[in-house]
C-alpha cells in the first residue's frame, strides 16, 4: 500500500487534535463546573475554524480543494450532506461531554478508548453498507473480524490498565524518620 507523506501528515494532525481533545474537554467541563459551558466554547471554536477560515478561502482566495471547478456548487443535496456531517461531529462531541461528566475523572482513560476504539469499527461498516454508493464490495474476511476483536481487546486494555494516580501522602519525611528510629516525627 502507498499512501502519500501529506495524507499522513494530515492523520498525524487528527489524531494529535482528537487525542488530546478528551483531556482538554475534561479540564474544561472541571473549571467551567458545566459541561454545556464547555460544549458552548467547543462550538466557538467550530466556528472560528470550521466557519471563518473556508469562507475566507472559498469567497476571497478560491477554493485550493476544488478537485473540478466545473463541478463546484451550492446544491441542495451537497449542503445537506455537508450540514449532516457537521451535526454528526458536533453530536459526537457533545456526546463525548457529557460522557466525560459521567466518567469523573478517569474520563480520559476512559471515554477516549471507547470513543477511538469504536469510530473506526463503525466507520467502516457504514461506508461498506449504508454509504457505499453502490459500491459492491468483498465479503468481510476472518481478518476483518479478527480485526475488531482486536480493536475491542486494546481498548479494553487501555480502560482497564490505566495509569493510576499516586496520592501524596501526608508527611512523606515524617514518615520516613519514624520507619527509620528516628523518634519523633514533629518538627523541634
Not at 469562507?55 to 478560491?62: A, D, M, Q, T, V
Not at 519525611?173 to 518538627?187: I, K, L, M, Q
Request: aromatic letters at 12%.
Amino acid at each position: 500500500m502507498n499512501i502519500k507523506w501529506t495524507v499522513l501528515a494530515f492523520v498525524a494532525g487528527a489524531a494529535l487534535s482528537w487525542g488530546v481533545y478528551v483531556p482538554l474537554v475534561h479540564d474544561a467541563t472541571t473549571r467551567f463546573g458545566s459541561n454545556l459551558r464547555a460544549f458552548l466554547m467547543v462550538g466557538i471554536a467550530y466556528f472560528l475554524v470550521a466557519v471563518l477560515i473556508p469562507s475566507f478561502f472559498i469567497f476571497y482566495k478560491g477554493d485550493p480543494t476544488a478537485k473540478d471547478s466545473a463541478k463546484l456548487n451550492w446544491a441542495t443535496p451537497s449542503i445537506t450532506f455537508g450540514i449532516l456531517a457537521g451535526i454528526a461531529g458536533a453530536a459526537g462531541a457533545l456526546c463525548v461531554i457529557f460522557a466525560v461528566k459521567e466518567a469523573g475523572s478517569a474520563a480520559p482513560f476512559i471515554v477516549a478508548p471507547l470513543v477511538f476504539a469504536g469510530a473506526p469499527i463503525i466507520n467502516t461498516i457504514v461506508s461498506v453498507t449504508i454509504f457505499a454508493h453502490g459500491k459492491k464490495f468483498e465479503s468481510l474476511s476472518a481478518s476483518f473480524y479478527i480485526g475488531l476483536v482486536v480493536a475491542i481487546a486494546g481498548m479494553l486494555l487501555v480502560m482497564f490498565n490505566k495509569p493510576n494516580e499516586i496520592k501524596a501522602s501526608a508527611q512523606p519525611v515524617a514518615a520516613f524518620a519514624a520507619t527509620a528510629g528516628g523518634g519523633s516525627t514533629t518538627p523541634q
